[in-house]
């Protein structure tokens, strides 16, 4: 079976990714964590964890060698470390491509699968998004969020790195399920109002037009599956959104605040220049045609609004 290295496999993305791979048959899972506290998780799901610091080029060269890895996935949102990231796994495929070469021999590229995310298209409005639009340049229609100012130019490296790598970049709207804590700066709000009683005027953080792009954490991780089966068959342009369906926040948060029975009423109050805040209350209006077309992806959760009050409820236990 292909072995696939995923950097940041303990977290609540990664986890779920190694387990959808798992299920799949086809692939061994290792991960990377920074300390012993998730070595029992991860093994405990069949993945072999691996300790270490992604900031330590010789530990991710040695562990991609050693353990003879075929596809790395980084999951592991490390801002300031994802250039070393990048030419810690575009080190390695050039160690094994040059020792191959001693043995007159060639192999398959080494693959890299990186994960960014729909912020990068900004706030669009009434246009319609493909994964086809480069961030930051004159084909996109809007500038990134300021938190993620930085990931177009990231992305652009990695593509730059195919004659070394089988590169593919995904671009997850916001991933929830469980424990997700990717609402928790709104749902937060509501939580509290109900919790004290106050039946004042719950501020919201956002926009009253803010409209978010939602995908299911499984079947996010089924798009990665699906990614990691074609990666040596892609194109130009490897890039995939991964969006299953837009609301708007209006209508997740009246129904969020009857779930959790808060009685105020609920205010838009903008995000204060608070760069986290900005980025949660974009205007997505992104499609994930290509996936669907390409990979075959077909979302399974695509009814958000309807499952808030399981959704809810599995994100007020987790807190």
């Not at 496999?9 to 791979?21: E, P």
């Not at 890895?69 to 796994?89: N, R």
């Not at 729909?118 to 300021?146: C, E, M």
């Not at 469980?178 to 509501?190: E, L």
Request: one cysteine or more; glycine letters at 8%; hydrophobic letters at 45%.
């Amino acid at each position: 079976m292909a072995r696939v290295l995923i950097l940041g496999g303990a977290g609540y993305i990664g986890l779920a990714v190694a387990q959808a791979l798992i299920r799949s048959g086809n692939y061994t899972v290792l991960a990377t964590s920074r300390s012993d506290t998730k070595t029992k998780l991860l093994a405990s799901n069949e993945v072999k964890p691996l300790i270490g610091e992604l900031s330590d080029i010789t530990f991710v060269k040695a562990i991609i060698a050693e353990n003879r890895i075929d596809v790395v996935i980084d999951l592991s949102q490390a801002y300031s470390d994802a250039t070393t990231i990048l030419e810690s796994v575009t080190g390695a495929a050039q160690d094994r491509a040059s020792r191959l070469a001693t043995e007159n021999s060639i192999g398959p590229k080494l693959g890299f699968i990186y994960c960014s995310g729909s912020w990068v298209h900004g706030s669009p409005r009434d246009q319609r998004i493909s994964d086809t639009s480069v961030p930051s340049t004159f084909l996109a229609a809007d500038k990134p969020a300021t938190a993620v100012a930085w990931r177009p130019a990231h992305e652009q490296a990695v593509l730059k790195s195919r004659d070394n790598l089988d590169v593919a970049i995904v671009r997850p709207g916001a991933v929830y399920g469980r424990g997700s804590w990717v609402m928790t700066a709104w749902w937060g709000k509501v939580l509290d109002a109900a919790k004290s009683g106050d039946e004042n005027t719950i501020e919201i953080p956002a926009y009253q037009e803010t409209r978010k792009g939602v995908v299911c954490v499984d079947d996010l991780a089924d798009g990665f599956v699906r990614v990691v089966d074609r990666l040596p068959t892609f194109g130009s342009w490897p890039v995939f959104d991964f969006v299953s369906e837009t609301i708007s926040i209006s209508t997740m948060m009246e129904e969020v605040k009857r779930v959790i029975g808060a009685k105020g009423a609920l205010s838009y109050v903008g995000c204060d220049g608070n760069p986290f805040f900005e980025a949660l209350a974009l205007i997505c209006n992104a499609t994930s045609g290509r996936a669907r077309a390409e990979l075959g992806w077909i979302p399974k959760r695509t009814e958000f609004v309807r499952d808030l009050p399981q959704l809810v409820a599995a994100w007020e236990a987790s807190q």
